[in-house]
C-alpha cells in the first residue's frame, strides 16, 4: 500500500504534484538539488494552496494539514529513505533522469515504485540503467501544469509492470481525485499532448494564413466545437450527438485540406529569436507587463479553478 511518496525537483511541476499528493493525507518528501530554491518552496505552496481555498476547492483546515504532510529533503539519500512511490521531476534530458534512479535504486526498498513525469522520453530509455527487478516497478506518471489542479494524469500501461502494480498505481491516482487513463503503447507525447498539437499546428495555419486572427482563433476554441464542446463531452459523445454519417462526410471532404507540417512556423520561430516567449518575458501573443505578471498568472489558475470546480 502507497503511503510515502518522494518528489524528486520542486520546479514548475514537482511543488504542485507535492501538494496535490499532501492534501490526501499522503507523507510526501520533497527534494531539490537546489537548496535555496527549495527552502523557498513551502511558501509557494501555501500560496497555492490558499488559492483553492479561495476559490472554494479545499477548506482552510486542508491547507495546513497538506503543509504538515510536506517534509523537505535536502538530500536525494533523504528522500528515498523509506519511500513507496518516488516520482522525478526534474527537467527534460534523458542522461540527468537516468542518473538519478540509478543512483536511486540501491537506496530505496525492493517495493518502491519508481515514477518518471517526462513529456517526450521513452520509459524503456529513462528506466535503461535500473536492475530488471526495479524496471518492473517503473511507469511514466505523465502530469498537466498546474498539476494540483488539472485532472488528467496519463500512466504506461506498457513495459514489463505486472497488472497488480499498475492498478496499485491507478488507484494512487483515483485516491488523490485525478483522472488516470492508461496509454497502450510507447508512442511519443502520450495522447493529449498529441491531441493539443493537432489542434496547434491547425490553429498556427491559419493564423498564418490570415483566415482569422489570433483572437478570434481563440474565440473558435473557446465557445465552439472544441473546447467548449468537448470539456464537458470529449469527442465520440458529440460525434454520436451529431451523427457519424456527417462526420465521416465531413473527414472526406475536409481532413485532405487540414494542415500536415512537420515544423513549426516561422512566424513561431521569429518570436522565439526576438525573446518573446510569453509570460515569462512579458511578451508573447499578448504582453504582460512585469508588475502584473504574478497577478496574470493567479488569474489564469483561478479561471481552471472554478472549472475544475465547475466538473467534479
Ligand atoms: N512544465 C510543464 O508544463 C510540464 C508538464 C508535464 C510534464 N513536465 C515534465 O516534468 C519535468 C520537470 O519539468 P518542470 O517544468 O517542472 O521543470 P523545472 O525546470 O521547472 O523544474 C525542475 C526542478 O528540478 C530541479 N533539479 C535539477 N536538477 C536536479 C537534480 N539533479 N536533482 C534534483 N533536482 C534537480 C531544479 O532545481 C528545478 O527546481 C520534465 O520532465 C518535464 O518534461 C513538465
Redesign the pocket.
Known sequence: MIKNISV???????HGIALAFSRFGYSVKL????IS?LNEVPSIIRSEAEQMVRGGLIGDADVDNAMANIELAPT?EGAAEGADFIIE????ILE?KQE?FKTLDPLCGEETIFAS????LRLKDVIQPLSEKRKARSIIC????PPHIIPLVELSNYGNMPEDIFKEVYELFLSIEKKPIKINQDVAGLVSNRLQNALAREAFYLMEEGVADAEDINDAITYGGTAFRMSVAGLTEIVDMGGIDIWTSVAGNLWGDLEDRADANQFLLDMVKAGKLGLKTGEGFSVYPEDRRAEIKEDFNDRLIRHLRDIV
Open positions: 524528486l525537483g520542486a520546479g514548475t511541476m514537482g527534494y531539490d538539488n537546489n530554491y536525494l521531476v526534474v527537467p527534460e540527468l538519478i513525469n517526462t513529456s517526450s505523465h502530469w498537466f501544469n
